[in-house]
């Protein structure tokens, strides 16, 4: 994950969990259309339809973009810490209970922690797709490599307890699925097209298995971070469904994503950093090597082919 150059005043906040004075940024009484992102690493965390004037002198906002944000308990053991889910950034803290929104949550965020990007000023929006077909050290080696993906983060999604573990999951009694979240830029590759290597690098007809690997932490599934992704999503399994594609009726789970839990570090670029693994060599390296013969135009040049 490229990192930006830090001032030390936001190096304090980011990355030493500092906090700026209340009513000094520029940020916590500003309400243009747009973006906020991390102003560590660029990832979208906050759309300003989000944000309102809580009368706390910072940022507040009572959502953030369906995944980018991770919540952990403070070191005070008191409050609920909240930083960039992409780069671990120090953002501020969340707050419920107040009943200041419908939603009744408060992320009162550090003005120095985000970068405001204008809905109207040319630069790269990017998105955040959420997938699970299978292992997830399998699904991050194929889209890791399309053109237009920024970043891919394993994690856990589509579950009910809290920061599970891989354990806990591998037992299949959290209810999460291994899944990928992946930022993209959507003017180098649309979501429409995400979802083609999604429904093609996979079997989206068997219901809780891929291959060997069975459970419903394998199951497919499709987690949205919008209306239109949802709406894309079942129209994609409309299309194929009525192209007949697949042999048997499509089994994929799609629904709203509520919580990313980021997986455990050793997860991370595991085909990658396990190339001789042998899992690595007879599951992901042949599920690639497909991949990259389908979708070889769509493959980042200093892509390494199978």
């Given amino acids: 994950m490229p990192k930006n150059r830090l001032t030390p005043e936001e190096e304090r906040v980011i990355v030493h969990k500092g906090t700026e004075a209340p009513f000094s940024g520029e940020y916590w009484n500003h309400f243009e259309r747009g973006?906020?992102?991390?102003?560590?690493?660029?990832?979208?965390?906050?759309?300003?339809?989000?944000?309102?004037?809580?009368?706390?002198?910072?940022?507040?906002?009572?959502?953030?973009?369906?995944?980018?944000?991770?919540?952990?308990?403070?070191?005070?053991?008191?409050?609920?810490?909240?930083?960039c889910a992409a780069c671990k950034g120090h953002m501020g803290h969340v707050f419920e209970g107040e009943h200041l929104t419908p939603r009744d949550t408060r992320h009162c965020v550090n003005s120095l922690s985000l970068k405001f990007?204008?809905?109207?000023?040319?630069?790269?929006?990017?998105?955040?797709?959420?997938?699970?077909?299978?292992?997830?050290w399998s699904?991050?080696?194929?889209?890791?490599?399309?053109?237009?993906?920024?970043?891919?983060v394993p994690g856990y999604a589509g579950g009910t307890a809290e920061n599970p573990t891989y354990e806990q999951v591998c037992m299949d009694i959290t209810g999460?699925?291994?899944?990928?979240?992946?930022?993209?830029?959507?003017?180098?590759?649309?979501?429409?097209?995400?979802?083609?290597?999604?429904?093609?690098?996979?079997?989206?007809?068997?219901?809780?298995?891929?291959?060997?690997?069975h459970g419903t932490q394998y199951r497919s599934i499709i987690?949205?971070?919008?209306?239109?992704?949802?709406?894309?999503?079942?129209?994609?399994?409309?299309?194929?469904?009525?192209?007949?594609?697949f042999k048997a009726p499509i089994v994929t789970e799609v629904k709203p994503l509520d919580?990313?839990?980021?997986?455990e570090s050793y997860h991370h670029n595991y085909f990658k950093n396990n190339p001789e693994q042998a899992y690595c060599q007879w599951v992901i390296a042949p599920k690639v090597g497909h991949f990259q013969e389908r979708f070889g135009q769509w493959v980042k040049k200093e892509s390494i082919l199978i």
């Fill in 223 to 245: 987690l949205t971070t919008s209306e239109e992704q949802l709406t894309e999503a079942n129209r994609m399994i409309d299309k194929l469904t009525t192209l007949r594609a």
């Fill in 139 to 152: 699904t991050e080696a194929i889209f890791s490599n399309l053109k237009g993906v920024e970043s891919t």
């Fill in 259 to 263: 919580h990313f839990y980021e997986a």
């Fill in 35 to 83: 973006t906020y992102v991390c102003r560590r690493c660029d990832a979208p965390l906050y759309h300003s339809k989000d944000k309102f004037e809580a009368e706390c002198g910072w940022p507040s906002f009572d959502r953030e973009i369906p995944g980018a944000v991770t919540r952990t308990l403070d070191t005070d053991g008191l409050r609920t810490e909240i930083v």
């Fill in 176 to 213: 999460h699925a291994e899944v990928i979240k992946i930022v993209f830029d959507p003017s180098a590759i649309s979501y429409e097209g995400l979802l083609e290597v999604f429904f093609h690098t996979h079997d989206p007809t068997s219901l809780n298995r891929q291959g060997n690997d």
């Fill in 117 to 136: 990007i204008p809905a109207d000023d040319g630069k790269k929006s990017l998105e955040i797709a959420v997938f699970g077909n299978g292992c997830f």
